[in-house]
Nanobody, 124 residues
């Protein structure tokens, strides 16, 4: 089970770090991704980190502001978000999947398990 946390209300320009814990299991063997969904919009890929290895891929529009990391000892993946903008407001979801090739990291259907989402609201 994936449990996402760390969302909240932040002013534009601020930062948040989201966490996603795999409770009762392990992240070993899984690629991990963060997606977001704003009201009335489709789910959008944010960033992913592949297994095996640590190759990351980030949505072009978010480069320089968002990053992903993981702590395998804590079975936790993090999403660091800096210089937040009102348009970053969305529900953020973490997901894991096995045997995801790099080119498919941004496709939601590549992932097998999803967390419940955490709301991020950025005020102007």
């Amino acid at each position: 089970q994936l449990q996402a946390s760390g969302g909240g209300l932040v002013q534009a320009g601020g930062s948040l770090r989201l966490s996603c814990v795999a409770s009762g299991g392990t992240l070993r063997g899984y690629s991990m991704g963060w997606f977001r969904q704003a009201p009335g919009k489709e789910r959008e890929f944010v960033v992913g980190i592949r297994w095996p290895g640590s190759t990351t891929t980030l949505a072009d529009s978010l480069k320089g502001r968002f990053s992903i990391s993981r702590d395998m000892m804590k079975n936790t993946v993090y999403l660091q978000m800096n210089s937040l903008k009102p348009e970053d407001t969305a529900i953020y979801y973490c997901a894991i999947g096995s045997r995801i090739i790099y080119s498919m990291m941004g496709v939601p259907s590549s992932y097998d398990h999803w967390g419940q989402g955490t709301q991020v609201t950025v005020s102007s």
